[in-house]
């Protein structure tokens, strides 16, 4: 069994939690076999239950079984002593394809392998996007190059636009983005505008503060794990309540998420989209017995909902009205049948969803 390779697998194949102890130990793939079980899982914050649970999920008869096949590989890969890979590469965002590939070897892996780790976290071992753009210009279909030149001109404009916005700048269709989308090996228009992101922001200087420098890493890390974890068919289920709904309403888990929701009902009201906010208990049981079928209910709960929104949300799913949970995967709000946006990050994931919500709104109106 290539170990890496079920790792590798791991991290888009496994549940969250799972799916983060993979990139774990991809990151620490040297200390592994040097620790105990007990200090593994007090490094990965998890319980010794869940480290056996992790290493059946792969292929393995349990912990030891696998920390045993790491050492194995180790051997037989016959590498130097290098640091581990969290130190070597940093932020993953920033990794440059040399560094990879000393990684690569270090593990003992092929190039294919690399190449599937690499686009799991988001960075592509062909080289920067724009290059790929520009080489290619003559390959491109004359739609196609039209979507290439407008992206080439602008940048900055072409990884934030919404799919819309970009087909009216390059006088195309939105299909045609899409293609070009696939065209340009991404998996579709928001794969695009990530790694347009990635390839038009400049690593961090080396001038800033190494506090600074860790600050912008960790956001970083934190907006593209919540891009990971996100459904897009689950968010576009919640564009589509917002559009459908006769009226919209928003509840607050608690004075930490009501900057968001408060955040979420601006938005919505520039975009012609009445929506009002509850953050007081009682009115929450008020409003929640008002609602009714062809209304949609938002919840904002990035941390613990006490017992009155328990019961509103309870409340309004009995009312018929569609619900939206932006919450974390095992939050005590959600629901069987609740569009659910599952949180990473409750400050940059929570800002990061409301941005997609209202940009979807935006598409096709």
Same mark, same amino acid.
């Given at each position: 069994?290539?170990?890496?390779?079920?790792?590798?697998?791991?991290?888009?194949?496994?549940?969250?939690?799972?799916?983060?102890?993979?990139?774990?130990?991809?990151?620490?793939?040297?200390?592994?076999?040097?620790?105990?079980?007990?200090?593994?899982?007090?490094?990965?914050?998890?319980?010794?239950?869940?480290?056996?649970?992790?290493?059946?999920?792969?292929?393995?008869?349990?912990?030891?079984?696998?920390?045993?096949?790491?050492?194995?590989?180790?051997?037989?890969?016959?590498?130097?002593?290098?640091?581990?890979?969290?130190?070597?590469?940093?932020?993953?965002?920033?990794?440059?394809?040399?560094?990879?590939?000393?990684?690569?070897?270090?593990?003992?892996?092929?190039?294919?392998?690399?190449?599937?780790?690499?686009?799991?976290?988001?960075?592509?071992?062909?080289?920067?996007?724009?290059?790929?753009?520009?080489?290619? @210009? =003559?390959?491109?279909?004359? %739609?196609? +190059?039209?979507? !290439?030149?407008?992206?080439?001109?602008? /940048?900055?404009?072409? $990884?934030?636009?919404?799919?819309?916005?970009?087909?009216?700048?390059?006088?195309?269709?939105?299909?045609?983005?899409?293609?070009?989308?696939?065209?340009?090996?991404?998996?579709?228009?928001?794969?695009?505008?990530?790694?347009?992101?990635?390839?038009?922001?400049?690593?961090?200087?080396?001038?800033?503060?190494?506090?600074?420098?860790?600050?912008?890493?960790?956001?970083?890390?934190?907006?593209?794990?919540?891009?990971?974890? @996100? =459904?897009?068919?689950?968010? %576009?289920? +919640?564009?589509? !309540?917002?559009?459908?709904?006769?009226? /919209?309403?928003?509840? $607050?888990?608690?004075?930490?998420?009501?900057?968001?929701?408060?955040?979420?009902?601006?938005?919505?009201?520039?975009?012609?989209?009445?929506?009002?906010?509850?953050?007081?208990?009682?009115?929450?049981?008020?409003?929640?017995?008002?609602?009714?079928?062809?209304?949609?209910?938002?919840?904002?709960?990035?941390?613990?909902?006490?017992?009155?929104?328990?019961?509103?949300?309870?409340?309004?799913?009995?009312?018929?009205?569609?619900?939206?949970?932006?919450?974390?995967?095992?939050?005590?709000?959600?629901?069987?049948?609740?569009?659910?946006?599952?949180?990473?990050?409750?400050?940059?994931?929570?800002?990061?969803?409301?941005?997609?919500?209202?940009?979807?709104?935006?598409?096709?109106?």
């Amino acid at each position: 069994m290539d170990i890496v390779y079920q790792l590798v697998n791991g991290l888009s194949g496994l549940p969250a939690q799972e799916s983060r102890l993979a990139r774990f130990f991809l990151e620490n793939f040297a200390q592994v076999p040097e620790s105990t079980m007990e200090e593994l899982a007090a490094q990965a914050g998890v319980s010794p239950a869940t480290l056996h649970h992790f290493a059946r999920s792969i292929g393995c008869a349990d912990i030891n079984d696998f920390l045993g096949r790491v050492k194995y590989q180790q051997q037989e890969a016959g590498a130097p002593s290098l640091p581990s890979p969290s130190r070597m590469l940093g932020d993953a965002a920033w990794v440059e394809p040399a560094s990879l590939q000393k990684l690569a070897a270090h593990a003992g892996v092929g190039s294919d392998i690399l190449e599937r780790f690499t686009h799991s976290l988001g960075k592509e071992t062909a080289g920067d996007l724009l290059e790929q753009i520009r080489s290619r @210009l =003559p390959d491109f279909s004359q %739609q196609e +190059a039209r979507v !290439a030149q407008t992206i080439l001109d602008d /940048v900055a404009f072409a $990884s934030s636009a919404t799919i819309d916005q970009l087909a009216n700048a390059a006088g195309v269709s939105p299909a045609t983005i899409t293609r070009f989308a696939r065209a340009a090996g991404c998996d579709d228009i928001r794969d695009l505008r990530m790694k347009l992101a990635q390839a038009n922001t400049p690593a961090p200087s080396g001038t800033l503060p190494q506090a600074w420098r860790e600050k912008l890493h960790g956001i970083n890390g934190a907006l593209v794990s919540q891009l990971g974890d @996100l =459904p897009p068919a689950m968010l %576009q289920k +919640a564009v589509t !309540a917002l559009k459908e709904a006769r009226g /919209v309403h928003i509840f $607050s888990a608690g004075a930490a998420d009501t900057p968001f929701a408060s955040l979420l009902q601006y938005r919505l009201l520039t975009q012609s989209c009445p929506a009002t906010l509850c953050l007081e208990p009682a009115l929450m049981s008020i409003t929640a017995a008002m609602l009714h079928e062809g209304q949609t209910l938002i919840i904002v709960a990035g941390g613990h909902p006490e017992a009155a929104l328990l019961a509103a949300a309870h409340q309004a799913r009995q009312q018929g009205a569609a619900v939206i949970v932006i919450a974390p995967h095992r939050s005590e709000l959600i629901a069987k049948k609740d569009i659910v946006l599952p949180l990473m990050d409750s400050r940059y994931g929570t800002l990061l969803i409301i941005d997609l919500l209202c940009e979807g709104l935006l598409v096709g109106n």
